[in-house]
């Protein structure tokens, strides 16, 4: 049974909108050596990890990357 929420938590699966680049992304926050940004699952110590915990649904967070200031806004929150 998989529970959903409004909040970002560790563990959960984000789904994110990329103002900047007009695309869907799909995030899971994981610990630190589960990390696998290629697979999707990115560290609760990252820079996208950390602008989105806390946050809800429908909420915009400014994510400082190497490659610049990205925008993301958050679609959807899943619990598996």
């Known amino acids: 049974k998989s ?3 409004d909040r970002v938590l560790f563990s959960a699966t984000v789904i994110v909108y990329d ?9 899971q926050i994981v610990g630190g050596v589960d990390g696998d940004p290629e697979q999707g699952r990115v560290s609760y110590q990252s820079p996208i990890a950390r602008a989105l ?6 909420d ?21």
Request: proline share 3%.
């Open 3 to 5: 529970l959903s929420g």
């Open 60 to 80: 915009e967070v400014n994510v400082k990357l190497p490659s610049g200031i990205r925008t993301l806004e958050i679609l959807e929150v899943i619990f598996e």
């Open 19 to 27: 103002l900047n680049d007009d695309k869907e992304y799909r995030y």
């Open 53 to 58: 915990v806390g946050k809800e649904v429908g």
